[in-house]
């Protein structure tokens, strides 16, 4: 499994855009890029997937560039409730994605 | 709510004693997950179901704890003797075969052991 790397934490402001950039120089040819946000004493949630180029979503936009070493999620706009860990995961998806692979994620701190 | 659910939500037991977990997944799904966390870290893989095979264990899962699914629905998660290190959040997650890279989180279990 390609390992990723994050970093640790990041502080914004409301209304700012906030973009997170993993890191994942071993990505093989049929890794799919995920990411997940927790809450604190909640289970982590989906946020968005992609392979390539850009996909987005009604919550974030997931940028990934040609050779794929590195993936950045973007939040527009965010809200005090923004505040969570960002966690970015890739794995597979021929075989199924069996297991989801966590690191200690991107703790984001949204102030007013 | 059709959600992933857990049960119970809290867990305070005695170090020797064994506990019991409950995950009712989204009825759709027939991939079903069980990850455990620590303060501080993301979750672990512990296991994982498709229907009701277990086709994976981490090495995380030592004799002490099993999971089962008996008819692919809910499943539990056991650990037996309980040590002060089992103290944890375990999390169920379940999915569509397809679409695994997207699983859906319980809110999870909280395990302190005394």
């Known amino acids: 499994l390609a390992k990723t790397t994050q970093p640790i934490s990041m502080d914004s402001y409301e209304g700012q855009e906030v973009n997170i950039t993993c890191s994942h120089n071993?990505?093989?040819?049929?890794?799919?890029i995920t990411w997940y946000q927790q809450f604190p004493s909640q289970g982590p949630r989906f946020i968005i997937q992609g392979y390539k180029t850009k996909v987005t979503n009604e919550v974030a936009s997931l940028f990934i560039p040609a050779d794929r070493k590195s993936s950045t999620l973007s939040l527009p706009r965010v809200s005090l409730s923004d505040t969570a860990v960002y966690y970015c995961l890739v794995g597979d998806m021929d075989t199924g994605f069996q297991k989801l692979v966590f690191g200690t994620g991107t703790r984001l701190l949204v102030s007013p | 709510d059709t959600g992933v659910s857990q049960d119970p939500r809290h867990k305070i037991t005695k170090r020797g004693q064994n506990v019991t977990f409950r995950c009712d997944p989204i009825s759709e799904h027939n991939r079903l997950y069980w990850y455990r966390q620590t303060l501080g870290q993301g979750p672990e893989f512990l296991t994982y179901?498709?229907?009701?095979?277990?086709?994976?264990k981490s090495r995380l899962l030592s004799d002490r704890f099993s999971a089962e699914r008996p008819k692919g629905s809910f499943s539990t998660l056991e650990i037996q003797r309980t040590e002060q290190g089992d103290s944890a959040m375990y999390l169920c997650?379940?999915?569509?075969?397809?679409?695994?890279?997207?699983?859906?989180f319980g809110p999870g279990t909280r395990l302190t052991v005394t």
């Open positions: 071993n990505i093989a040819t049929n890794d799919y």
């Open positions: 179901f498709q229907n009701e095979a277990q086709l994976e």
């Open positions: 997650a379940s999915s569509l075969v397809e679409g695994a890279g997207e699983q859906y």
